[in-house]
């Protein structure tokens, strides 16, 4: 079984029961987030890109956990500069970690983190399949909607999706359905929405739109989905 908790924004924890990772781990910048960053008890830390509300406090937890930092090169040298350990890895490859196999997919958006008035350009942002106990685990990243999705849901297919509906920067509600159409997955999870004003959605509306065939849950922060 497969434990997957919202930590608000697009920050998940999921486990096995024997291994736990982190997902854009936004905790201490988030109003909305319970969890402090040393609460933290991770194997690896993945990270899709590098905005504050992503990279958030991934090298902190990274390093207090002596876990390995999981990101698209750019932004894991970056990381690695900062004194995490990182296993860089770039879009399209896979890689078997001993928690499970992550797969590193397109995301149309920017990577880049704002060191007071410079920005320091990371290089692509990405999104994760992550294949634990079997199951297949897609978080897309903060993406537009890109047609791909439809090779994504082929190639690998998904138990959970994860994907932004706050409009604005990521997809909206109504790009976001057409994802899951073509993603195709057993189960949507929407994120990235009601964090601050501008990202403000409905998601209970959003999940009223979704196909018969693809179950949606909205997750509370802390709330987990088992699957
Ligand atoms: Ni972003
Ligand atoms: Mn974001």
Not at 136 to 145: E, I, K, M, Q, R
Not at 163 to 172: A, Q, S, V, Y
Not at 177 to 190: C, F, G, N, Q, R
Request: proline share 6%; hydrophobic share 40%; charged share 20%.
């Amino acid at each position: 079984m497969l434990r997957v908790t919202f930590q608000g924004h697009s920050c998940f924890t999921i486990t096995d029961g024997k291994s736990n990772i982190i997902i854009d781990p936004f905790l201490k910048g988030n109003p909305k987030a319970k969890a402090k960053p040393d609460e933290m008890k991770v194997d690896a830390v993945l990270l899709t890109h590098g905005h504050s509300d992503h990279l958030g406090d991934g090298i902190e937890i990274a390093k207090a956990n002596k876990a390995q930092l999981i990101a698209p090169f750019e932004l894991a040298m970056f990381c690695q500069s900062k004194g995490a350990s990182v296993h860089p890895m770039h879009i399209g490859g896979s890689h078997d970690f001993p928690f499970g196999r992550v797969t590193l997919t397109i995301a149309h958006h920017g990577s880049g983190w704002v060191d007071g008035d410079t920005i320091i350009y990371l290089g692509n942002p990405c999104g994760f399949v992550i294949r634990m106990e079997g199951k297949n685990v897609y978080h897309a990243g903060d993406t537009g909607l890109f047609y791909d999705m439809k090779l994504i849901g082929e190639l690998y297919p998904l138990d959970l999706a994860l994907l932004p509906i706050g409009d604005n920067f990521t997809m909206g509600p109504r790009e976001a359905l057409k994802a899951a159409e073509l993603l195709s997955p057993k189960m949507v999870i929407p994120m990235h929405y009601n964090t601050f004003d501008l990202i403000a959605q409905n998601p209970q509306a959003f999940l009223s739109r979704l196909p018969g065939a693809i179950g949606g849950k909205i997750l509370e922060v802390g709330d987990s989905y088992e699957l």
